[in-house]
């Protein structure tokens, strides 16, 4: 009696298309809002660290002068708070998840070494441009004190 209690869910069962899916031979389509792993455009990142800043879980370092980036995503909680801070927009929420490891590690990002050359000549620059304009206020104020001690006589 107690099989015959079961037997119409089993036979709509049998007619029906299945409810899990096959994984690896189709890809696990996420929601819209999912939050996933971390991902950088390493070369648009200008090294503010304010996403490091911004991480609760303090999963983030950042090295202006190496110009790396550094995540340990084990450490990640995948809040995306780091993503809304980033005034460059080069953080990103991918819509996918860490593969599972045995070992606690952290990933390493570096900038391509074109944007770094082009980083380092943008701060000579800058740094000739500060050096001129502080010779040209010195000078002027050279000037001003030779113009004033010159009228007291």
Do not use: H
Not at 8 to 28: C, D, H, I, M, Q
Request: charged share 30%; net charge positive.
């Amino acid at each position: 009696m107690s099989v015959l209690k079961y037997a119409p869910e089993a036979l709509k069962n049998l007619f029906r298309a299945p409810v899990t899916t096959s994984y690896p031979a189709k890809p696990f389509e996420y929601k819209e809002r999912t939050r996933g792993r971390i991902d950088i455009s390493i070369d648009d990142c200008i090294g503010c660290g304010l996403c490091t800043r911004a991480c609760p879980s303090s999963a983030l370092s950042v090295d202006k002068n190496a110009g790396t980036w550094t995540i340990n995503r084990f450490d990640c909680i995948a809040c995306g708070y780091c993503v809304e801070k980033c005034p460059k927009k080069c953080l990103t929420m991918e819509q996918n998840y860490q593969e599972p490891g045995g070992e606690k590690q952290s990933v390493t990002y570096q900038k391509s070494p074109e944007v770094m050359a082009e980083e380092a000549r943008k701060r000579e620059e800058a740094a000739a441009k500060a050096a001129a304009a502080k010779a040209a206020m010195e000078a002027k104020k050279a000037a001003e004190a030779a113009a004033a001690g010159g009228e007291e006589k």
